[in-house]
């Protein structure tokens, strides 16, 4: 195979691979990037976007995995609903649902929530939040409605706030200074 063609087909599939990531080239808006390249570097370093290959640990055996644990979404909705018995917990399906739960008196009515990922980005269209309500007569003589309203919007900010903090830790956690050395201009 020709040297110059493999080069070509290894940089066109990084192109292919970086552009697939997230629909756009890595940067952002260059507006929110400053125009030096060492302040950009500083900044993503900071920020816990950078690597550097000088500052990594090897250690055999081991890798970086991605569990549920990382999704700040996933976590905060497990905390919120934590009091309520799961039916079904489902991550790489994007979806939770609880089974049906009652507090001590009620012994006729119960609830059940449902919680369907839309995205991993902490925003308000990032959750379907649906509460059913069952109120039994009788064993036989059961009635479920959903409930759109007050708990719906509760537990989606509830949610949303957790999640909300949980990438803030994981912000800040990720920080490191920057100990490369900065141009200045004219240099």
Known sequence: MNFNLLKS???LLF???????????????ARENPPDPQERVKK????????????????????????ASSNE????TLDTIDFMPLALANYSGGIIVTDWYS?????????????????????S?????KVFYKKCMSIENCKIYQQ????VAELTKKILSKAALY?????????KPYVGKLKKKGE
């Open 125 to 129: 269209d990032a959750l379907d939040v």
């Open 9 to 11: 087909l290894i940089l």
């Open 44 to 67: 993503n370093i900071e920020e816990g976007r950078g690597f550097r290959l000088m500052d990594t640990v090897s250690n055999k055996g081991s890798g970086n995995f991605e569990f």
């Open 148 to 151: 759109d309203g007050i708990l």
């Open 103 to 123: 507090e001590g008196g009620a012994k006729n009515e119960s609830i059940k929530i449902s919680v369907r990922f839309l995205t991993n980005e902490v925003r």
């Open 15 to 29: 192109v292919v691979n970086l552009v697939s990531c997230n629909g756009k080239l890595p940067g952002g808006d």
């Open 73 to 76: 979404l996933w976590r905060a």
């Open 167 to 175: 990438k803030k830790e994981k912000k800040e956690k990720n920080k």
